[in-house]
């Protein structure tokens, strides 16, 4: 099995920081592609951030300039690291990945969700 474990997250006065992680275990063979996506309340979830295979990078207009998507070099754990958050940042946030498990399966996982609350 594989499982996504998110970890960071909570409330934060506008301006502040936060780094959320997901650390990806199991019976992983590779993770193709890494991503964070978010959902407020009452709106659809949109992807917030994703690095590919390569590193490459790809940004939701909203964050740009002030959230990174980084991955450690173990691979299996990657972080979104949130600066000069606003109040329109409030939302619950998941991490994703696409894997390819020892089985040789290819499947789209999920983090459990954990809640980012930016006060004004």
């Known amino acids: 099995q594989v499982q996504l474990v998110e970890s960071g997250g909570g409330l934060v006065q506008a301006g502040g920081s936060l780094r959320l992680s997901c650390a990806a275990s199991?019976?992983?063979?590779?993770?193709?592609?890494r991503g964070w996506y978010r959902q407020a309340p009452g709106k659809q979830r949109e992807l917030v951030a994703s690095i590919g295979s390569g590193g490459v990078t790809r940004y939701v207009d909203s964050v740009k300039g002030r959230f990174t998507i980084s991955r450690d070099k173990a691979w299996n754990t990657w972080y979104l690291e949130m600066n000069t958050l606003k109040p329109e940042d409030t939302a619950s946030y998941f991490c994703n990945a696409r894997i390819r498990s020892t089985s040789g399966a290819t499947d789209d996982y999920w983090g459990q969700g954990t809640q980012v609350t930016v006060s004004s």
């Open positions: 199991g019976r992983i063979f590779s993770i193709m592609a």
